[in-house]
């Protein structure tokens, strides 16, 4: 059984950068769709960005387009999110999950908390 834990959420200030990390335990992710999601107080979990298969092919939602990138380091079994000039609206839970099958984000982190301050 896979576990993946994110990491590398805080509390920062408008235009501060940070990295989120999310580790994979138990199986090997290196094949799979790996995606960041967020979820804001009382508002609905929204995809963030998507590294597609092994191949490196990545998406991002059009609001953090320019400013966030997606990565994965297949030897530490990780997948990172680097989030640049971060805004107040980017303040959420992230969770990182894994689609076994393409495009069926199924497995998820327990997410960690990003505060933004304005």
């Known amino acids: 059984q896979v576990q993946l834990v994110e990491s590398g959420g805080g509390l920062v200030q408008a235009g501060d950068s940070l990295r989120l990390s999310c580790v994979a335990s138990?199986?090997?992710?290196?094949?799979?769709?790996m995606g960041w999601f967020r979820q804001a107080p009382g508002k609905e979990r929204e995809f963030v960005a998507a590294?597609?298969?092994?191949?490196?092919?990545?998406s991002y939602a059009d609001s953090v387009k320019g400013r966030f990138t997606i990565s994965r380091d297949n030897a530490k079994n990780t997948v990172y999110l680097q989030m640049n000039s971060l805004k107040s609206e980017d303040t959420a839970v992230y969770y990182c999950?894994?689609?076994?099958?393409?495009?069926?984000?199924?497995?998820w982190g327990q997410g960690t908390q990003v505060t933004v301050s304005s």
């Open positions: 999950a894994v689609a076994w099958v393409v495009g069926n984000y199924d497995h």
């Open positions: 138990g199986r090997t992710i290196s094949r799979y769709s």
């Open positions: 590294i597609i298969g092994s191949g490196g092919r990545t």
